[in-house]
Structure formats: C-alpha cells, structure tokens
Nanobody, 123 residues
C-alpha cells in the first residue's frame, strides 16, 4: 500500500483547506484510513480516521474537520474548515490494517504512511 497526500498550503485563519490522500494497493473496508499531524517541535498527534464506515475525530477536530473515504477512487479526504493558526502542521495520511477500536488514535497502529503535506494558517 502506498499513500500520497496533497492539498496543503497557506490559508488565513477562518479559511478552509481540503487535503486528499491517494491510495494505491489493496485496502479493505476494515482498513483504517487516518490523518495525523505534526507541528514544529511537537509530537505527532491524531486528527481523524475512518474505518468500516465509521469516523473518529480528535476533540480539536470535531465540528471543524470532516474525513471521508471514496473506495471507488481509492482516496481519503480531510475537509478542514474554520482553520486556526494552531492547526499549522504537516499533515500525514496513514493506513492501518490491524487496528482495533482502542488503537485507532495511535499512530503506532498504522502500517503505511504517506509523505506529509504542509498546512500553514496565518493569523
């Protein structure tokens, strides 16, 4: 499985961005497809994931971000609205074939990672 993330850029606070992740290789309905982010000098953190038709979000993402998955196109998108300067980070998409409910938010549970795409939110 290979992942390629794109769609990052510079946006003003309050604006929106749509990140996409192109997935090549075989994935299954039960494969967790998620987004994580890492800001400079900070640890990587969970943003959102989808698995078996369900979506899970970090608290900071609820109500502002939406993850969606198109199995026909093999893409996973992250729609980000009402962006804040603290959302500035490199965003990574990831695929996890062995995740369980309790590990969905853990980066170590994901097997495959795409290169990051930088999101910069100016104040």
């Amino acid at each position: 499985v290979q992942l390629q993330a794109f769609g990052g850029g510079l946006v003003q606070a309050g604006g929106s961005l749509r990140l996409s992740c192109a997935v090549s290789g075989r994935t299954f309905h039960s494969t967790a497809m998620g987004w994580f982010r890492q800001a400079p000098g900070k640890e990587r953190e969970f943003v959102a994931t989808t698995r078996s038709g369900n979506e899970y979000y970090a608290n900071f993402a609820k109500g502002r971000f939406t993850i969606s998955r198109d199995n026909a196109k093999n893409t996973v998108t992250l729609q980000m609205n009402s962006l804040k300067p603290e959302d500035t980070a490199t965003y990574f998409c990831a695929a996890g074939t062995r995740t369980i409910l309790s590990t969905l938010r853990q980066g170590t549970a994901y097997d495959y990672w795409g290169q990051g795409t930088l999101v910069t939110v100016s104040s």
